[in-house]
């Protein structure tokens, strides 16, 4: 079940011994995992308090590896206090404007924005990737693959064949796998609610990145793929396909990038459909349902592509209509 917003019995001991006695706890936000972040408020000043309970989170690596994006150029929370065996953090606050809800009340901005977007990703794959990151590849990819014909398939009703929806899969993300471009950092969860407008400054360092604890080394595709074809907000067509020409124009990627493209935002949004499933039948989390529509437009755009032709084929077999877009009604 999701967790209540309140925050932990030991936060205003933490706070205490970091400065901020007496300080407000205000709820923020809870997320997809057992993470869960506060507003504190003292005076003229505030922080975000990051919740990160052990044993089901580790808060080194969001510390490690926002400290290693810093480092080049890009904007991470400042850590201002840690308590990494309680799982809290004392975060630089980067206030409110989001890039969804600017770019709810201001869509004129679109291009402009993930314009920047974009720039952050070729700015930061012209690093190489964090040390110590683990892969995300070809194995990883068909794992997470799993998720689809694990939960959601069981929850809409559908018999699939899953030694075939392997095999299809691996066709079409083992050229992918091959293709010699990257590793790079993947963030993994880069989208218009994981990024913040910071106010000041300039550049890609106008972004303010969250929710980058996951980040693998793999393919440069994969990022992009992941702000374009967002799950909780639309972008516009025109927009993804002039960031995708953006991106090879900065990078000097050739055409195989672009087959990455698609066939990697493919295999993420049909992770998504599993991964939204079962925050909703497994953690009580129903509202996720509510993202499964487009994440089926998403996916059926991308399997027009005519290299994703076996994956295509495998779901024209196996997932008739009525599993697809808002099955919840039978299901739920």
């Known amino acids: 079940m999701a967790a209540p917003m309140k925050p932990p019995a030991h936060a205003p001991e933490f706070l205490a011994a970091s400065g901020w006695e ?6 923020l936000a ?16 505030s922080a975000v308090l990051m919740d990160a ?17 810093a480092g080049r150029g890009l904007t991470a929370p400042e850590i201002l206090a840690r308590d990494l065996d309680k799982g809290l953090l004392l975060l630089g606050d980067f206030g409110d404007a ?66 075939a929806y392997q095999d299809a899969w ?23 609610e994981n990024i913040m407008l910071v106010e000041g400054r300039s550049g890609v360092a106008h972004f303010g990145l969250l929710d980058f604890q996951d980040a693998l080394a793999g393919h440069p595709a994969y990022d992009l793929a992941s702000v374009l074809e967002d799950a909780r907000r639309d972008v516009a067509p025109a927009i993804e396909r002039a960031m995708i020409d953006r991106y090879i124009a900065a990078t000097g990627q050739s055409e195989a990038f672009e087959r990455a493209y ?13 991964v939204f499933t079962r925050l909703w039948k497994r953690d009580g ?3 996720y349902r509510q993202f499964q529509p487009r994440m089926w437009g998403l996916l059926e755009r991308d399997l027009a592509q005519p290299h994703l032709a076996p994956v295509r084929a495998w779901f024209d077999s196996n997932i008739a209509p009525e599993h697809r877009r808002e099955p919840w009604k039978q299901a739920a």
């Open 22 to 27: 007496g300080a407000e706890i205000l709820p």
């Open 30 to 45: 809870g997320d997809a995992s057992f993470r869960r972040y506060f507003r504190v408020v003292r005076g003229e000043r």
């Open 53 to 69: 309970p052990p044993p089901h989170e580790d808060p080194r690596p969001f510390v490690a590896i926002a400290e290693w994006l």
């Open 98 to 163: 989001r890039l969804r809800e600017t770019l709810d009340g201001d869509p004129r901005r679109e291009r402009e924005l993930y314009e920047l977007a974009t720039d952050v990703l070729v700015h930061l794959h012209e690093h190489r990737p964090m040390p110590g990151l683990p892969p995300h590849g070809l194995e990883q990819w068909l794992e997470e693959l799993k998720l689809f014909t694990d939960w959601y398939c069981p929850a809409v009703g559908a018999d699939v064949d899953g030694d």
């Open 170 to 192: 691996r066709q079409v993300l083992g050229p992918v796998a091959n293709d010699g471009l990257g590793p790079v950092t993947v963030l993994r969860d880069y989208h218009a």
């Open 262 to 274: 698609w066939a990697l935002a493919a295999q993420r949004n049909t992770r998504i459909l599993g």
């Open 285 to 287: 989390k129903p509202h």
